[in-house]
């Protein structure tokens, strides 16, 4: 079994920060590309950013130069530093995780519970 536990959301003015943690726990053998998302109501679920095995790193346009992702492949946890917050931020943000959990098995994707972002005008 494989859980993913999110920590780190919750409301904050306009312009200010947040810092989102993501958690893997269980039977790992290796993890690959690490992510976060977001869905705000009414919208699709979109991907605000991900970072390889390798430490490259995306970013949805509206995060460039705000959101930092990061990953500690030690404590298998993913990080994603938020700053200059706006409302349209506001979202339910999910990580993601490409997790192999044996040496022969296959890569499959696994999902955090989601966390809640509120950003107030």
């Known amino acids: 079994q494989v859980q993913l536990v999110e920590s780190g959301g919750g409301l904050v003015q306009a312009g200010g920060s947040l810092r989102l943690s993501c958690a893997a726990s269980g039977s790992i053998f290796s993890i690959n590309a690490m992510g976060w998302y977001r869905q705000a109501p009414g919208k699709q679920r979109e991907l605000v950013a991900a970072?390889?095995?390798?430490?490259?790193?995306d970013y949805a346009d509206s995060v460039k130069g705000r959101f930092t992702i990061s990953r500690d492949n030690a404590l298998k946890t993913v990080y994603l530093q938020m700053n200059s917050l706006k409302p349209e931020d506001t979202a339910v943000y999910y990580c993601?995780?490409?997790?192999?959990?044996?040496?022969?098995?296959?890569?499959?994707?696994?999902w955090g519970q989601g966390t809640q972002v509120t950003v107030s005008s």
């Open positions: 970072i390889t095995s390798g430490g490259n790193t």
């Open positions: 993601n995780m490409n997790i192999r959990r044996t040496y022969y098995g296959k890569w499959n994707d696994y």
